[in-house]
């Protein structure tokens, strides 16, 4: 995939596996990154970036393995971020060596403010970096892309110069990045006008932005920036990233897809073309959604646009009355263009394994054959409690079993007592890797608390529960609840994912799923199985 600087269409950079999983909590590993970047290959994203490889080993193997993986002919560019450092350059380098597309993305900060206080070096010091590391990421691949941090807060007189640089050595991409969410729409859409006139050889390059969204207005920003020049869009899925996040992929999307009409004029287009401004397959859209949030455990919000719960959801009378007569009166998109599908029942009790797997197939899902027979398991346990199975449903069961830690503790048994009348009270058993199993009980305040009290009885390790959420996944009594937790230890933030048609077996199994992943990033010797030493 080679793309021109002079495409007429809007280029999508996905960056959820590298600025989105900097959310905390939102940790993810190796093979769960995988699971996001074939998702988001399906989704048609233009360019991924898979990681920042010169963090951590498991960036790097992170980065390596998606570029092995998805880094195909037909796939789309593999990017991984790097500092204006050779050790970082030379490290990106080597982790994209398997992607027949790949790009190097590196960056300095422009702004007086790091300048001064982060990277403690002079504006001259800064126009000598930024050719010199370009023109070496340049020796190692075609595709490279330059970003001036903090752009948004930075001289633009001394923007035009870094940014002439930098195209001048090789740079085919030149990113301008919001880094603190400080800009308006207006300021930002002038920023972006003010590289384009300013800029001598700004025509050979794409002009990319990447924005946070500290004041809400990220989305909007970019939009500002495409009317201006801007081709390139860095964003994720469901806007998760540091603080409080970046540009959502599926609201630029969809806003660009929605109103192309008035988008068409701006990248040369007759205004009534009918022609999608971006590559990405919005029938994708619910559905990664759906796998990030469950496997980095970021919910999202029911009035969250384009993919809340609540997205299409009508209650108002007025518009309940309007939307029979005729959907446009309330509805600007329909929900199946986003792939939010009737809910149609596609399986039953009597179901066999092979239409269980196909169905999985079909809504994307690739589970290893262990993983297939454990999900088969719980979907014919689903079977037998609930008449009607929907592709919700198997989703979840899915979700499940691709979001499961690395399995430390098993949760055998979980058994609670309560009433208007009666103290809260749970009794728990556990299994380490060893079969050993540990049992205690526990009173609270309710039987979620007593549940949860009663396992740190048996792990012993402190923890603070940071956030709880219970979401019912399809309507009805016997729907499955789905129970996110956040958990705080050590300075870090572990998050942990179950569903269950009980909600309490599911919050159990949520909470242990959090301490599992709590006692991997341990040290070694007390994440193998040697449990007495952090139990003690």
């Given at each position: 995939m080679k793309i021109q600087p002079s495409s007429d269409r809007i280029i999508i950079f996905d960056t959820t596996l590298r600025d989105g999983e900097q959310c905390p909590g939102a940790t993810l590993n190796v093979d769960e990154k995988l699971i996001v970047a074939r998702q988001l290959a399906r989704l048609g994203v233009d360019v991924m970036e898979a990681g920042f490889a010169f963090a951590s080993q498991g960036d790097f193997e992170a980065v390596h393995r998606i570029a092995e993986t998805v880094g195909t002919e037909d796939g789309p560019v593999i990017c991984s971020l790097a500092?204006?450092?050779?050790?970082?350059?030379?490290?990106?380098?080597?982790?994209?060596?398997?992607?027949v597309h790949k790009r190097i993305h590196t960056f300095l900060a422009t702004s007086d403010i790091h300048l001064q206080y982060k990277l403690r070096k002079t504006r001259q010091e800064v126009l000598d970096i930024v050719p010199e590391m370009v023109a070496y990421a340049k020796s190692f691949v075609e595709d490279v892309e330059f970003s001036p941090e903090d752009a948004g807060r930075s001289d633009p007189e001394f923007l035009y110069q870094v940014l002439e640089l930098a195209i001048a050595a090789g740079a085919t991409t030149v990113n301008i990045p919001d880094t603190v969410g400080y800009t308006t729409p207006a300021e930002f859409g002038a920023l972006i006008r003010g590289i384009k006139e300013?800029?001598?050889?700004?025509?050979?390059?794409?002009?990319?932005?990447?924005?946070?969204?500290?004041?809400?207005?990220?989305?909007?920003?970019?939009?500002?920036?495409?009317?201006?020049?801007?081709?390139?869009?860095e964003c994720t899925i469901n806007g998760i990233g540091e603080r409080a996040g970046n540009a959502a992929l599926e609201e630029l999307v969809m806003g660009l897809h929605v109103r192309r009409q008035y988008y068409n004029p701006f990248l040369g287009r007759p205004a009534d073309s009918e022609t999608p401004l971006t590559q990405i397959k919005t029938q994708e859209i619910y559905k990664t959604s759906r796998l990030v949030s469950n496997l980095t455990g970021m919910l999202v919000q029911p009035n969250k646009a384009i993919v809340g719960a609540n997205a299409f959801a009508h209650e108002s009378g007025i518009h309940q009355d309007g939307i029979l007569k005729n959907k446009?009166?309330?509805?600007?998109?329909?929900?199946?263009?986003?792939?939010?599908?009737?809910?149609?029942?596609?399986l039953g009790k009597h179901s066999g394994r092979h239409a269980f797997a196909h169905r999985l197939q079909e809504l994307g899902f690739e589970l290893s054959d262990s993983d297939i027979n454990k999900a088969f398991i719980k979907f014919k346990d689903l079977a037998d409690k609930k008449k009607e199975i929907t592709d919700w449903d198997l989703e979840s069961i899915a979700n499940n079993e691709i979001h499961q830690a690395p399995e430390l503790f098993r949760l055998e048994l979980v058994q609670v007592s309560c009433g208007d009348r009666a103290r809260p009270t749970a009794t728990v058993i556990l299994r380490t890797p060893t079969g050993e199993e540990l049992m205690d009980a526990a009173i609270g305040t309710g039987?979620?608390?007593?549940?949860?009290?009663?396992?740190?009885?048996?792990?012993?390790?402190?923890?603070?529960?940071?956030?709880?959420?219970?979401?019912?996944?399809?309507?009805?009594?016997d729907a499955i609840g789905?129970?996110?937790?956040?958990?705080?230890?050590?300075?870090?933030?572990?998050?942990?994912?179950?569903?269950?048609?009980?909600?309490?077996?599911?919050?159990?199994?949520?909470?242990?799923?959090?301490?599992?992943?709590?006692?991997?990033?341990?040290?070694?010797?007390?994440?193998?199985?040697?449990?007495?030493?952090?139990?003690?």
């Open positions: 500092r204006a450092v050779r050790s970082d350059i030379e490290t990106a380098a080597r982790a994209l060596e398997p992607a300013n800029v001598p050889n700004i025509d050979q390059a794409i002009i990319s932005v990447h924005g946070h969204n500290d004041l809400g207005l990220a989305v909007a920003n970019f939009l500002e920036a495409v009317k201006n020049g801007a081709r390139q869009l446009l009166t309330y509805e600007i998109m329909d929900a199946q263009s986003i792939g939010l599908n009737n809910n149609l029942i596609v039987p979620v608390d007593a549940v949860y009290k009663a396992i740190n009885r048996v792990v012993n390790i402190p923890n603070e529960l940071i956030e709880f959420s219970v979401q019912s996944v399809t309507a009805g009594i789905e129970v996110t937790i956040r958990l705080r230890a050590e300075g870090r933030v572990f998050s942990g994912h179950a569903a269950n048609t009980d909600i309490i077996v599911a919050a159990a199994t949520a909470y242990v799923n959090a301490l599992n992943r709590l006692y991997a990033a341990l040290e070694p010797s007390n994440a193998t199985g040697d449990l007495k030493t952090v139990m003690a």
